[in-house]
């Protein structure tokens, strides 16, 4: 190769962003776009034919997108994918910061002990105490912000799509499976993994939160092929097949063609699940999961056992719901036609302030029956 200016650091054109959520018009115009979570990825460029290829591969319709601000207009597609094949690029494709943003650019940016754009000591720490991420105010401190740079093998041209997520669950698990694997594969190895769109769940201080976080999941080959050393190669997807990286005696991670069909995912079956509308539907799409082996996590598991017991619930006669509480709840559920949020507020009016998962069953029965009659709608 020709010389080089030693001083430049070199990186990889960004192609566009793979997002995690949106936002839609507020009901009050005077309030800012209301945030909205996706349930698969939204893929967003510049450039509308890297959009229509996202299209092409893994679903949805291509639209035309004005990020907030005053940026260009992009394009965007969300698409049908709750998991997308990928390759983490050379170098270290991770950067993790405690980050303050407005109008006017990046206000802070910190490792969360020194604040570097002002060379301080970290200021929301000592404004708000060490755990400042959960207990200062919203838009006041600094946001945990986490990049992963990765490489789409099934896209055109050669550049890289950045992830962005403010999680905390996600920023400890990325950065522990990106060490890892480029620990033991090498810096300077293409790596191939799966991002994925995990939906959890958390109960604290009495309250149940449901949020997705990004995971970064080895594709192709065992852990303990990983750890030792020894990967064998495996596919990056798209027919294509990564360039060949010496690691010593490491083999290069190649593209085999695949021998049979891929399994089906934990989150393919949940997608059928939540598009039946009746029990009988539901406990085959329990069943054929079961005979494929998966392994759903805990929250897929437990989002999988309420959409059994909603569509149930909704086929049970009046009388067979008597004395039951949770049975009753999800005919309620079942039969309201808002959303889970406005349910609970409305719910709370009705019987004056008492929470559903307190109610008694007098209480939830009247309830279920101003719901059928359209009075609380």
């Known amino acids: 190769m020709g010389s080089r ?134 838009d006041r401190a600094c946001k945990m912000t986490t990049r ?27 950065a522990a499976a990106v060490d890892v694997l480029k620990g033991s594969i090498g810096t300077e190895a293409l790596i191939p993994v799966r991002l994925r769109i995990e939906q959890r769940t958390r109960v604290a201080q009495g309250k149940t939160k449901q949020f997705p976080v990004v995971a970064v999941e080895l594709r192709g080959s065992t852990a303990g092929q990983v750890l030792a050393g020894a990967a064998q190669p495996v596919p990056v997807g798209g027919g294509q097949t990564s360039a060949a990286v010496e ?39 329990w069943n054929e999961a079961a005979a494929a082996g998966i392994s759903p996590t805990q929250a897929q598991t437990d989002e999988m056992t309420a959409i059994g017991k909603r569509l149930k619930a909704a086929e049970q006669p009046p009388a067979a719901l008597a004395g039951d509480p949770d049975l009753i709840w999800q005919q309620i ?12 507020k409305r719910f709370l009016e009705a019987s004056g302030g008492v929470a559903s998962e307190n109610a008694g069953v007098e209480d939830l029965t009247n309830f279920l029956a101003q719901v059928k009659a359209g009075a609380v709608a």
């Not at 034919?49 to 291509?62: L, M, Q």
């Not at 079942?334 to 609970?344: M, Y």
């Open 5 to 138: 200016i030693i001083t430049l650091q070199r990186q990889a054109r960004e192609l566009g962003r793979l997002r995690t959520g949106y936002s839609v018009p507020n009901d009050d115009p005077s309030k800012r776009p209301r945030a909205v979570r996706s349930q698969t990825w939204i893929i967003s460029s510049h450039a509308e034919h890297y959009v229509e290829a996202a299209a092409d591969v893994w679903g949805g319709t291509v639209e035309k997108w004005q990020p907030q601000g005053n940026g260009a207009p992009q394009w965007r597609v969300i698409t049908k994918a709750a998991s997308l094949d990928a390759i983490l690029p050379p170098g270290d494709p991770l950067s993790q910061s405690y980050e303050l943003w407005s109008a006017g650019g990046a206000q802070r940016r910190c490792d969360g002990m020194s604040e570097t754009l002002s060379d301080q000591p970290c200021l929301c720490r000592a404004q708000w105490g060490e755990n400042f991420h959960e207990t200062a105010p919203r």
């Open 148 to 174: 992963l740079n990765v490489i789409l093998p099934e896209m055109p041209d050669i550049g890289a799509w950045r992830v962005e997520t403010h999680s905390y669950h996600a920023a400890n698990e990325i």
């Open 247 to 285: 690691q010593g005696n490491k083999p290069a991670l190649e593209a085999p063609a695949p021998a049979t069909p891929p399994v089906p995912t934990p989150e393919e079956f949940l997608a059928r699940a939540r598009a039946v509308t009746t029990f009988a539907a539901f406990k085959t799409i």
């Open 333 to 344: 559920v079942a039969a309201w036609p808002g959303t889970t949020s406005e349910l609970h």
